[in-house]
Structure formats: structure tokens, C-alpha cells
């Protein structure tokens, strides 16, 4: 084999690992720029951690429920639901830089690259997900000196679930991105879409808890994606897995992620319907 023969994988890949860092380095350097961002991540999860389940505990008993192996108390039940409550902001307001992206222009950058959709959208998604795991640990270690203190070895077996939900969520709200073009109305949706994953979900409760309540609310919640990220982040935080929960994860995220690759595309998706073009 010639030598410019055997070069030219070796370009391409350098091409390709070049974009993706270009693409993280500007999510990331955004994320440092606003540093709002990073205090709103916590402050939202923390305002439940020393408030609202200071307040639970003495009314909302919890029984002996999969992966606890005793009674637990109830701030440390809601922990992995709050560690998923950061990365579904942290993937709505990545997406709500793709919307604003777009009104600005720079989308139309990013679009007329010669790679692939797919690995742009995948790339921005990568470099989310790396930024949430960031909040997320920051977020633990305040959990720890407040007495939540899962096993060591939980922190660690624990990377693999987030960076699955995270990718999940991530790629749901690129989806939602696709179909809105104004940043006004995205915000709303964020809103719309956020607070009733969240609260009809197991994070807060148990979901043995919803169906002694309310059969309709138990199904909402056992159907609801976001209850998925949250049991395989609790499992993996306790050295466990939950297989129902990964296979929900992983079929969510294929197909949130298809679909936004198809919206994305100019020629096919949402955008062939609209005039103006993807800018």
C-alpha cells in the first residue's frame, strides 16, 4: 500500500476528531462563560435536597424498595431523581442554544460542514453530556457533607448511567429544538415539557406509592422515559443494575436521537416544509 493510501485514514480521522473538538470546546467554553448556569444547575436540586426533603421526611415513610437494602431516609431516595433532574436542564438549555444558534446564524455553519448530521448533532451531544457529569458530581459532593453517601465504588459504577440518560435527554431536547425555530417559544416548551416529567416520574416517590393513589398516575409515571433515567441512575449509584431501565434508556435514546437527525436534515425533515430554509 502506497503511502498517501494508507494517510488517508489516518486524515480523515484527524478531520473528524478536529470537528469534535472544535464542538465541545464551544459547548464547554460556553458553559464556563455563563457561569449562571452552572449555580441555576444546583441551586434547583439542592432548594428540594435541604428543603422539601427536610420537610418530607417526617411525613413520607419509606418502605424497604429495590436497590436499598434497609430503610433509607428520604433525602437520599430523591438523590438519583435530583442527579436526573440536572442533566434534563442541562439537555433542555443545550438545546435552547440550538434554537438560539439558529436565530443567529450560526447554525447554518454548523449545518453546511461536510460531515455528516449525525455526527455534528451526536458530537454537541457528547460535549452536553460532558458538562452535565460535571454539575452532577458537583451536585454528589454537596450531597456528601450533607450525609448522603452512597458506596465509593457507586460513584464510579454510576458514569456508565449517566452518560446514558444524559445522552437520552439530551437527545430529546434536540428534537424538541428541531421542530421550534423561535427562542421565546422553545423557553415555553421547556417549561411544558420539564415540570411534568419530573414530578410524574419516580424521582420524588416511589412508584409502588403512585398505584396505591392513583392507578392512571402509576401508568403516566411507569411509561414516562424520565422514570427509566432515574431508576438506572439509582441502581447504578448502589452497584446495581436495573435491566428494564437500560433497555427503556437506550430504545428512547435511539429513537429521540433518530428522529432529531431526521428533523435536522433540510431535505426531509420539518425544515423541507417550511420557508427560509434551516438558517
Not at 449545518?111 to 448533532?121: G, K
Request: aromatic share 16%; with cysteine; proline share 6%.
Amino acid at each position: 500500500m502506497s503511502a498517501p493510501l494508507a494517510a488517508a485514514p489516518t486524515t480523515r480521522a484527524r478531520g473528524w476528531l478536529i470537528a469534535f473538538s472544535g464542538i465541545a470546546r464551544r459547548e464547554t467554553l460556553r458553559f464556563v462563560h455563563q457561569r449562571g448556569r452552572f449555580l441555576a444547575a444546583l441551586v434547583r436540586p439542592l432548594v428540594w435536597l435541604f428543603i422539601f426533603a427536610a420537610g418530607f421526611r417526617a411525613v413520607l415513610g419509606l418502605s424497604i424498595t429495590p436497590p436499598y437494602q434497609t430503610y433509607v431516609l428520604y433525602e437520599v431516595y430523591v438523590t438519583p431523581g435530583l442527579v436526573a433532574m440536572i442533566q434534563l436542564f442541562n439537555g433542555m438549555q443545550s438545546s435552547l442554544s440550538m434554537v438560539y444558534d439558529r436565530e443567529t446564524g450560526a447554525m447554518r455553519t454548523l449545518l453546511v460542514s461536510p460531515f455528516p448530521r449525525w455526527f455534528l448533532l451526536g458530537s454537541k451531544l457528547i460535549a452536553g453530556v460532558i458538562v452535565s457529569i460535571i454539575q452532577v458530581y458537583t451536585f454528589l459532593a454537596i450531597a456528601w457533607f450533607w450525609g448522603i453517601r452512597p458506596p465509593v465504588w457507586g460513584y464510579v459504577t454510576v458514569i456508565p448511567a449517566l452518560v446514558l440518560s444524559g445522552l437520552m435527554l439530551g437527545a430529546m431536547g434536540l428534537f424538541l429544538s428541531s421542530a421550534i425555530r423561535q427562542l421565546e417559544n422553545f423557553a415555553g416548551v421547556m417549561n411544558f415539557v420539564i415540570f411534568p416529567m419530573f414530578f410524574a416520574s419516580s424521582a420524588l416517590y416511589p412508584l409502588w406509592r403512585m398505584r396505591e393513589s392513583s392507578p392512571l398516575l402509576y401508568d403516566i409515571c411507569r411509561f414516562n422515559p424520565f422514570t427509566h433515567a432515574v431508576e438506572l441512575i439509582r441502581f447504578a449509584l448502589y452497584m446495581q443494575m436495573n435491566w428494564g431501565a437500560l433497555v427503556v434508556v437506550i430504545g428512547c435514546l435511539a429513537a429521540f436521537f433518530g428522529a432529531a437527525v431526521f428533523m435536522y436534515d433540510p431535505q426531509k425533515g420539518l425544515w423541507a416544509r417550511r420557508k427560509g430554509g434551516p438558517a
